[in-house]
């Protein structure tokens, strides 16, 4: 591994930084100038990261673990927090965490006097080669996941390598299918990079590790610098996760989202070749690079309330189902409603 950190720069209405390297925590600072005070927010099993965060005026604020912790009642009590400490709009919010983490303080930053900033310290794989970078925000409400939010960029992404090696390694593992995804739709040397060492890849202190998050990075800065709210390039970000959070919702959010998106990758790929033009090779290699480091493939849930939970994915525009499929490798496009018997047909192929 390098010494120096990598700087990948997400430009847009308002640019920043995501670095990228070892031993970063330092950096947080530097991201921050002029704040007087720093709410520095995480969950129990990181509070000794956040201890590590060196900023002016430092307020550790602990939050409830994962999932549970992106609900408007959690959000409230950092709100009243900041109100209590006298947080002020040259304030900021540090987010210590993985993207359960950086979705929530980002929230809470989004709404703070109409937004402060935030810099994030994602403490996951998915959280950095996705949730962290992007500015999407969101808590979950009883209408369901991610349904209330705000786009939020932040003021900087800190990717200090260094932390991933207390991930659980399944949870590591399943942050893999957002890069392979972007392996297929943007940038295949991922795939390559993956192929060449599926065991290596499998763990942070993996040869091509650093290479993998960067390149992922890389993809999802360059798409969400063309197009933070989603009108165009950034749609193709969702290859895979159609069939993947119908899967998600099936299973009450059980399945880690990147086990669902994994079988949703296959589903997008057959469906690439049988409504689109791929090639039967790349349709492949999909099932092959997916289970080469683990990551399920199939899935035995009935096709009906799958099919059902699609027409209501927040993606989808009035009624058409929408699809991202490809044309080629590192070609993706959208599909709109395509036959059914073609679904289902696909669908047959992920059946298990
Ligand atoms: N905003 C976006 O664009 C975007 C994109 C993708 C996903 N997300 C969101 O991200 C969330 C999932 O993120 P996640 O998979 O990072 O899960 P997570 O944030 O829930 O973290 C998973 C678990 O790992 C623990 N953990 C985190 N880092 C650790 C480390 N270094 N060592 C040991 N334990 C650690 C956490 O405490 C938690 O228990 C979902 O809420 C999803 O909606 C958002």
Known sequence: MTAEPTRITVTGPTPYDVVVGSGLLGEVGAALQGAARVAVVHPPALAHLAAQIDVPGRLLLETPDGEASKDLSVAAQLWDALGAAGFTRTDAVVAVGGGATTDLAGFVAATWLRGVRVVHVPTTLLGMVDAAVGGKTAVNTTAGKNLVGAFHPPAAVICDLDVLATMPPDDYVAGLAESIKVGFTHDPRILELVEDDPAGARTPKGPHTRELVER????????????????????????????????????????????????????????????????????????????????????????????????????????????????????ARLLEAPDEQVLVAAYETVRA
Request: aromatic share 6%; proline share 2%.
């Open 216 to 331: 992922a990075i890389a993809v999802k800065a360059a798409v969400v610098s063309d197009d933070l709210t989603e009108q165009g390039g950034r749609e193709l970000l969702n290859y895979g996760h159609t069939l993947g959070h119908a899967i998600e919702k099936a299973e009450r959010y059980r399945w880690r989202h990147g086990d669902a998106v994994s079988v949703g990758l296959c589903f997008a790929a057959e469906l690439s070749r049988t409504a689109g033009s791929l090639d039967d090779a790349t349709a492949a290699r999909h099932r092959d690079v997916l289970t080469s480091v683990g990551l399920p493939t199939t899935y035995d849930g009935a096709w009906p309330d799958l099919r059902a939970t699609m027409s209501v994915d927040k993606k989808s525009r009035g009624n058409r189902l929408r699809f991202v499929v490809l044309d080629r490798l590192g070609s």
